[in-house]
C-alpha cells in the first residue's frame, strides 16, 4: 500500500454512535495529521500528533498513534449529522516538510 | 479567526492558456504550499515556499508551474500553458512554522477544456 492509506475508505453510521477511521503509512514520520473536507470544499485541520506522542484528544476527537505499527486512528465519539465529511491523514517526515495524503474516509453519518 | 483566502473559486480556461491561482496566506505564516486534487483522488503535494524561495517541489511541478510572492501578502501559482490533465482543485495553505498544522485555503477548481 501507498504512504496514507485509510480504512475504511467508506462508513455509514447512525447519528450518536461513535466512527473510527485507520492510517496506515509506510516511511518513518516526524508529525501525523488528520483532516477533514466537506464536499467540493477546503481541508479543514483537526489534529496534529507528534511521532513521541501516542494519544491525543481534542474535544469529540481521540487520535492515536502507533509508530511500531506504523499506524493510526481517528475516533469521533457521539457524531453528529455535521461530521459527515471525508476524512484524511497526512504525514510529513523528519526533514522533509511536505504532507503526503492518504486515500481518505468518506464519513456518512444517519440522523 | 484568520483564513487562508483563494481567488477565484472556480476557473475554467482553454486548453494551452495560461492560468494564475491567487492565495492570501495568513499574515504571520512564514510557509506557503500549494497542493491539488484531481477528482475523486489523493491530495497531493506541488511545491512548498519559504524565504521567497522554492524550498521544495514534487514531480508534478515541472517547467509549466511557477510560484511568487509578488508582495506582502500574496501567494500566486501559474501555469503557463495548461492541459486537459491539470484539471483539479488547486490548494494553497500556510503555516507558522514548520512541523505545526496547516490551514488551507478553500481551493481553486480549475477546469481545463
Request: charged letters at 20%; proline letters at 3%; hydrophobic letters at 30%.
Amino acid at each position: 500500500s501507498q504512504q496514507g492509506e485509510e480504512d475504511p475508505q467508506a462508513l455509514s453510521i447512525q447519528e450518536g454512535e461513535n466512527a473510527t477511521m485507520n492510517c496506515s503509512y509506510k516511511t518513518s514520520i516526524n508529525n501525523l495529521q488528520w483532516y477533514r473536507q466537506n464536499s467540493g470544499r477546503g481541508l479543514v485541520h483537526l489534529i496534529l500528533i507528534r511521532s513521541n506522542e501516542r494519544e491525543k484528544h481534542s474535544g469529540r476527537l481521540r487520535v492515536t498513534l502507533d509508530t511500531s505499527k506504523k499506524s493510526s486512528s481517528l475516533l469521533i465519539t457521539a457524531s453528529r449529522a455535521a461530521d459527515t465529511a471525508s476524512y484524511f491523514c497526512a504525514t510529513d517526515g523528519i526533514g522533509n516538510e511536505k504532507l503526503t495524503f492518504g486515500t481518505g474516509t468518506r464519513l456518512t453519518i444517519i440522523p | 479567526e484568520p483564513e487562508v483566502t483563494q481567488t477565484p473559486s472556480h476557473q475554467v480556461t482553454q486548453m494551452g492558456q495560461e492560468v494564475i491561482l491567487r492565495c492570501v496566506p495568513i499574515s504571520n505564516h512564514l510557509y506557503f504550499y500549494w497542493y491539488r486534487q484531481i477528482l475523486g483522488q489523493k491530495v497531493e503535494f506541488l511545491v512548498s515556499f519559504y524565504n521567497n524561495e522554492i524550498s521544495e517541489k514534487s514531480e508534478i511541478f515541472d517547467d509549466q508551474f511557477s510560484v511568487e510572492r509578488p508582495d506582502g501578502s500574496n501567494f500566486t501559482l501559474k501555469i503557463r500553458s495548461t492541459k486537459l490533465e491539470d484539471s483539479a482543485m488547486y490548494f494553497c495553505a500556510s503555516a507558522r512554522i514548520q512541523g505545526s498544522g496547516y490551514t488551507f485555503g478553500s481551493g481553486t477548481r480549475l477546469t481545463v477544456v
